[in-house]
């Protein structure tokens, strides 16, 4: 197990778990939101790429469309 912050709220999580798994973990939607691990903008192609880290820090933001 490690421990991860999400929304600035500690969790813990499997080791080994992706981006991807870790928000169906929390049932958060993946559609509509975008990830920053780390202060780093990442991309939705890779989140069940990257597993997550101990002490990793992963914001969640709701996407709103505007005009």
Avoid at 11 to 31: C, D, F, P, R, Y
Wanted: glycine share 6%.
């Amino acid at each position: 197990m490690i421990n991860i912050l999400l929304n600035d709220q500690a969790v813990t999580v499997s080791a080994g778990m992706s981006l991807t798994q870790i928000l169906e973990h929390q049932t958060i939607t993946l559609n509509g939101v975008a990830l920053v691990l780390n202060a780093e903008v990442v991309p939705r192609s890779r989140w069940s790429h990257i597993m997550c880290q101990h002490d990793d820090k992963l914001e969640v933001f709701s996407v709103v469309a505007g005009g």
